[in-house]
């Protein structure tokens, strides 16, 4: 048997240790239901030295909702190389992993609640949702969107958002489809602007054009054209006019 000798760590060591602490409590259960008591177990120290490195749970809390909004941010970031509905399929993929990662802390930061709400985590889910919206038009090659674009990309990342949160509440569509799902939404939100707006339109065809057959987008056209014999005629009277 070995005797453990506890390290006295630094301040700054301290911190990052009760920040990490907290993130692993609040990934398994709300922050509301997680007290100072536990975070305090759980670093292996007392209840009152938490409160020398954090004045309250609200500032620990809101350090590790900055941590977590750091991380989640990261998980768009991907190199732009080869087709984007490959690249966002992969973002997809680690965004959903991040959802499972830290489901209960997950929803409270993004639905608000007794912990959310302040002006900080306000701040913070802004930053996030505004990461993702630049990691988006850099993929489109797009530095100065035209309205209907902006418009698509910050309803995009709100959907992924909100489907996530429905998804945590049973998980009764499986994952990976799920992933998929909203790389074709994506696509369609994007096309339908596009009929709409002729520069909305020659952004996506640039980047249509490079999608291989069997990609993401390319998958999506075939679901789509599979119910074109299901689909009842339009008249000619209904269909739209040429863009001017």
Known sequence: MTTGVRRRMGVDE?????????????????????SIDEIAAAAGIS??????????????????????A??????????????????LLRVMHRFFDFVEEHGPGFSALMRG???????TADALVDGVRQAAYEQILGHLGVVSPPARLELVVRSWVSLAE?????????????????????????AALASVSAAYDQEVAG????????????????ELLARLSALAPAAPAVPPQRLPQPLR
């Open 162 to 186: 909100s489907t996530a949160l429905l998804w945590l509440d049973g998980k009764r569509v499986p994952r990976a489809e799920l992933e998929l799902q909203l790389v074709h939404d994506f």
């Open 203 to 218: 952004i996506m065809l640039r980047v249509f054009a490079q999608e291989p057959t069997d990609g993401p987008f390319g």
């Open 113 to 119: 609640g007794a912990w959310g709400g302040s002006s």
């Open 47 to 68: 209840r009152p030295l938490v409160y020398h490195y954090f004045p309250g749970k609200r500032s620990l809390y809101e350090a590790a909702l900055r941590r977590a």
């Open 14 to 34: 301290r911190r990052a240790q009760l920040i990490g602490v907290a993130l692993e409590l609040f990934s398994r259960r709300s922050p509301d239901d997680v």
């Open 70 to 87: 750091d991380e989640l941010a990261g998980r768009f970031v991907e190199p732009r190389e080869g087709p984007m509905g490959a690249r």
